[in-house]
């Protein structure tokens, strides 16, 4: 009885825990968000959509009408770019963008990348972040492109 009570206990402060954490960052992204300017644009310069590259290659991260800033700084009209692999589906746009190996963050303002990938098709998207790695309103998002990695 006392373990069944205290596993009610933990579930009961578990489920609060959960409640007052997503509450927590919908009210910190509220507060945090920033607007991208009119004629935003994120796009990859290289390679190009449908291009064949060995294992190792360069991702260089195309923005218009916005500048690069390292995360962390806040200015307007700026944000540090995300790239997303293989990321079948889009990211909460209201929150903070989570670390992962299919969503990595430039937070040192960073313009490019080298990057390996098993050989295969892949697809990679950039996403804006501001400086709390939060997409802008509306978000700056660039095509996703397909690309071929050689098997070599
Ligand atoms: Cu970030």
């Known amino acids: 009885m006392v373990e069944v009570s205290k596993m009610i206990i933990n579930r009961t402060f578990f489920l609060f825990f959960i409640a007052v954490a997503m509450s ?20 990859i310069i290289s390679p190009k959509d449908g291009e064949v590259v060995g294992k190792t290659f360069t991702v260089r991260f195309g923005l218009v009408n916005m500048g690069v800033a390292p995360a962390g700084v806040k200015v ?8 997303l692999i293989d990321l079948k589906t889009l990211p909460d746009m209201g929150k903070p963008l989570v670390f992962s190996e299919n969503v990595r963050h430039f937070g040192g303002g960073q313009t490019e990348t080298e990057i390996t990938l098993a050989p295969g098709k892949h697809t990679l998207r950039l996403l804006l972040g501001n400086y709390v790695h939060i997409p802008h309103k509306p978000p700056v998002l660039s095509e996703k492109i397909t690309i071929t990695v050689k098997d070599q």
């Not at 927590?24 to 796009?43: L, N, V």
């Not at 307007?76 to 790239?83: K, S």
């Open 24 to 43: 927590w960052s919908t009210a910190f992204a509220e507060e945090h968000f920033s607007e991208s300017p009119p004629g935003a644009k994120a796009y």
């Open 76 to 83: 307007p009209n700026t944000g540090h770019h995300h790239l």
